[in-house]
């Protein structure tokens, strides 16, 4: 059995697992013993499967592997404890698996999952919690890898999907199906959760950029099963479209050095054109709906950066008018800042700072604010205002490559307002990346 | 006879290949199609979009617009092929030095009825 032959197997467990946690989930009615027996059941596959070939549907197989296992676990440790119903030992699995993946039907396998999900995004739990415990539970990541995504230690990960565990069961989710509103709720909140852990992934800085790139591959990944269950949800396509599109431009947005490479500068023939394509058609099919949301209208921006071959033809004139837009349906002063990049491309600097000035009292501790402030005086040659709304950004920096980046402006700043003749203003080539997923 | 060699496979396996997963699959199927494209019986080759990015228009009055693809099955349709075999024997044979490329999954073989190669493409 060479290593190439186990990486399929695997596979097959990885693509297997939300939906074999899930029923399991439902079966059990507890986390713990849910993970306990389908990690049970993965160790039997593992043994078995090289030999056998693997089974006809390897979800069915591990649900049932793993409630056998946790069965024959509770005879064990209680011998006088009834055990659940419909718990008919099965010997011979060959047989079984066919009738338990008929009773697996569609609708069970979608409540499954989105149970599986909404139990990870409780509203109790902070949101670097349930990103937490979603990449463990659902994912299937090591609490190793979750530690070294969020650059913490793995003790540390370890306590807090502990805790967020135990206060998931203490809250006593309720495990009916889901009715057609509950379901339409939960919808928003796995999709709010999947959108987090992109951004996670999406805001890390050039040295972390690469460490946290899985983070972006999973919510890709849980996003496509969310709409592969919810097919005709337009918002679960623009939320897939979205973090395509943004994810497309990975591997241009950070410079050798780490440093963040903003969007008019990025080389786009590093953009990934296959994960573009398909953000492009899901966005295409979501508008048809004529349902707007906050997902498809930032994937629709997102798709008019995509769409320019060069920085020149984006449509700014458009993209203002979907941030006015957002703006409607989702009011944010950070919205209205971005909103800004797009005015001052499509009117001018002065009407883009007359535009975000009123958001100064509630961005006063938001690092982009400064940044974007800065460009737009420095483009009106107010070179000293520039330089102050700089060192305020540079003071609130998240990453060093954010610090970095504004640090570059200031340089230029400093050079070009040396006495040098007339023109001795920074002229247009201060830039901000508009339409940052955030 | 041209036969139309069509990938199924479950869209949860494929997509949790790694991208050297991929890859690697990409590379052995490209030995195979060479093989054909050598004795000039490749025609068109086409690797599909997820079936979420998939619309089906169902031919009502007036035709109806459905998202997703054509039927929910456990393996989706994945991409095809166009191969130019003396008969079904001789495709199956082909469809099975394919499968020996990509584990898992199944091809659907059946004859083409009207074939396009559309030139024009780029």
Not at chain 1, 254 to 281: C, K, P, V, Y
Not at chain 2, 27 to 51: C, S
Request: charged residues 25%.
């Amino acid at each position: 059995m060479s290593e190439a032959d186990t990486a399929w197997i695997e596979t097959a467990l990885t693509s297997a697992r939300p939906q074999a946690v899930g029923a399991l989930l439902r079966y059990f009615r507890d986390l713990d013993t849910a993970e306990e027996a389908f990690q049970n059941a993965c160790l039997r596959a593992l043994k078995t499967w090289p030999q056998n070939g693997p089974p006809r549907d390897p979800a069915a197989w591990l649900i049932m592997v793993g409630r056998n296992v946790a069965i024959d676990e509770v005879r064990r440790t209680r011998k006088q404890q009834p055990l659940p119903e419909d718990d008919q030992a099965i010997s011979d699995l060959d047989d079984a698996e066919g009738a338990l993946a008929e009773r697996l039907d569609g609708s069970h396998y979608r409540d499954d999952i989105l149970r599986l999900m909404f139990i990870c995004c409780h509203p109790g739990l902070p949101a670097t919690q349930q990103i937490a415990l979603a990449l463990r539970i659902v994912c299937g990541l090591t609490v190793k890898q979750i530690a070294r995504a969020f650059l913490v230690s793995e003790a540390a990960m370890e306590q807090r999907i502990t805790r967020a565990k135990a206060k998931v069961a203490e809250a006593g989710t309720p495990f009916e199906t889901p009715g057609a509103v509950e379901r339409s709720e939960r919808l928003a909140v796995v999709a709010a959760m999947i959108y987090l852990i992109f951004n996670e992934g999406y805001s890390a800085s050039g040295d972390t950029a690469e460490i946290r790139k899985p983070l972006c591959e999973e919510a890709i990944r849980l996003a496509r099963l969310l709409l592969r269950l919810f097919q005709s949800e337009p918002e679960i396509m623009g939320l897939t479209a979205l973090i395509l599109l943004q994810h497309a431009r990975s591997a241009s947005r950070f410079a050798a050095d780490g440093s963040l490479i903003l969007l008019d500068d990025q080389d786009r023939s590093l953009w990934n054109g296959t994960m573009i394509a398909e953000g492009l058609a899901l966005i295409d099919k979501a508008i048809r709906h004529r349902r707007s949301g906050p997902y498809q209208i930032q994937a629709a921006i997102a798709a008019l950066h995509a769409r320019a071959s060069t920085p020149e033809e984006t449509d700014w004139a458009q993209i203002d008018l979907l941030y006015g837009a957002l703006e409607v349906v989702q009011p944010s002063p950070v919205v209205t800042l971005n909103r800004a990049v797009a005015v001052s491309k499509v009117r001018g600097p002065q009407a883009a700072l007359d535009l975000i000035e009123p958001l100064a009292p509630k961005l006063a501790n938001y690092f982009h604010f400064y940044g974007v402030r800065g460009a737009f005086l420095m483009q009106l040659g107010r070179n000293d205002e520039a330089r102050i709304a700089f060192d305020r950004a540079i003071a609130l920096a998240n990453t060093s490559a954010e610090a970095a980046h504004i640090r570059m402006h200031l340089d230029r700043l400093i050079r070009d307002s040396q006495p040098k003749g007339a023109n001795g203003g920074a002229r247009q080539d201060a830039k901000v990346e508009g339409a940052k997923v955030k | 006879m041209l036969y139309a060699i069509l990938c199924y496979h479950d869209e949860d396996f494929v997509g949790s290949w790694s991208k050297d997963q991929d890859e690697t699959v990409m590379k052995k199927l490209a030995v195979v199609q060479e093989g054909l494209a050598k004795q000039g019986r490749l025609g068109p080759v086409a690797r599909l979009l997820p079936t979420t990015a998939a619309a089906t228009l169902r031919k009502e009055d007036p035709p109806l617009v459905l998202d997703g693809p054509y039927a929910e099955t456990k393996e989706q349709l994945l991409g095809f092929y166009i191969v130019d075999c003396k008969n079904l024997d001789d495709a199956l044979d082909v469809a099975r030095d394919l499968g020996a490329a990509n584990p898992g999954g199944a091809y659907e073989v059946r004859p083409v009825g009207v074939f396009s190669p559309g030139g024009n493409l780029k």
